[in-house]
């Protein structure tokens, strides 16, 4: 979507769309994913200046932290890594491996330009591809004429030479034809793969080569001798996208691509730091080579702003956004140490689940559970359907199960209606009614038992 046009409330109502709830979340992260936009209209002298407001938020496991973050990245088609602030704890990871969040981060913007650059080439890949599917179904040599023939019989060899070649012409039309009608898909063909682009060496060592700006598989496969390209049998349906895919690459300016990729990370790049809870707090006793405070101030310099090198180039963090998260159950935000509570800004606590917004995600975004089971259930040629009081009462059973266990938030939506649709889904396609009802009574022999019975409980939901 055209960042000029997403204005705030516009961001809110496009995350409404898949989120029930947590206003004050949406309207935080609206406000700083527009602010980039402002940022990059104000003077080039200011521009530089501006700096992220990142986002703390702060809430219990299932309520939309994550999902927020993710739809918000997506409405804007910007680099999206989410990762473990826990990742960075293990022994012999401290201080080596924070560096690969943001080449996590390059290669999946690379991909993104990639796959916009590829719709740009869509129509010659196409005509490439559906010319070497013909070649391959139709192979032509062409015919050498004889040196020292006499006149008479060079024009004769000619004559046949061009004959040959017209036929071959009208035969690669009928097949072209053929080929776009769909006649020729499940005929085997074999298909030249480019061994070029495929060329690895996996690089074994003790060294951390992904922290240098070198990629020495590239580097050693420069070094190894050509090998021939190989033939590989597949169907025309199969080739033609295995053919799409290699002849977009050619056509890509993957040097662009990089510089592309690169730009997009330092400009729009998104990163959800989970589980920042985990590395606050006082240092364990019982584990003295995980140091939690070392890990902070690891993450510190790539969140405040530093060039990490890839194998595209430095990269320059300190335009992107980092959205932290975690339920600080036992620490605080405030246990964080001093600098990287100041790179984090905004404060947003998100609210647990109740039993109506239970009923509204049931019932409301797009991607809802009782629709992506209705979907489901569709492809078995059976309708799926739920009474007003079995959607409620789904809800109830839901919120009572996190209040007497751990709240896992709307994650429990999924493991009730797993449990409640379980013999429809077994049965199915074997199902002698095309037609299946939830209704309140189903629910409630269901799960009441369950929801009495503690032990039961905590096994089952």
Known sequence: MDMDKLTPQKIVKELDKY????????????IALRNRWRRQNVPAELREEILPNNIILIGPTGVGKTEISRRLARLVNAP???VEATKF?????????VGSIIRELVNISLNQVKQKMMQ??????KKRAEERILDALLPYEKPKLPANLPPEERREKRSEIEEQKQKHKRTREKLRNMLREGKME??????????SSDRRVEVFSNINLDSFDIDMGE?????????????????????????????????????EAKEMAVKQVEENGIVFLDEIDKIAGEESKSNPGVSRQGVQRDLLPIIEGTKVPTKYGMVDTTHILFIASGAFHISK??????ELQGRFPIRVELNSL???DFSKILRLPKNALIKQYKEMIKTEDVSLSFTKGAIKAIASYSAQANARMEDIGARRLHTILTLLLEDHLYKLPNFKEKKIRIRKNDVVKVLSEVIKDEDLTKYVL
């Open 354 to 356: 109740d039993e109506e």
């Open 80 to 82: 999206f890594l989410k």
């Open 186 to 195: 499940d005929r085997e063909i074999e298909v030249k793969t480019d061994q």
């Open 89 to 97: 704890t293990e022994v012999g990871y401290v201080g080596q491996e």
């Open 219 to 255: 580097i050693l496969s420069g070094m190894m001798p050509s090998s021939s390209q190989k033939r590989k049998t597949m169907k025309v349906k199969e080739a033609r996208e295995f053919l799409f895919y290699i002849e977009s690459q050619k056509l890509i300016d993957m040097n």
């Open 19 to 30: 989120i029930i709830g947590q206003d004050k979340a949406k309207k935080a992260v609206a």
């Open 120 to 125: 740009g080439v869509e129509k010659r890949a």
């Open 333 to 338: 935000p405030s246990d964080l140490i001093p």
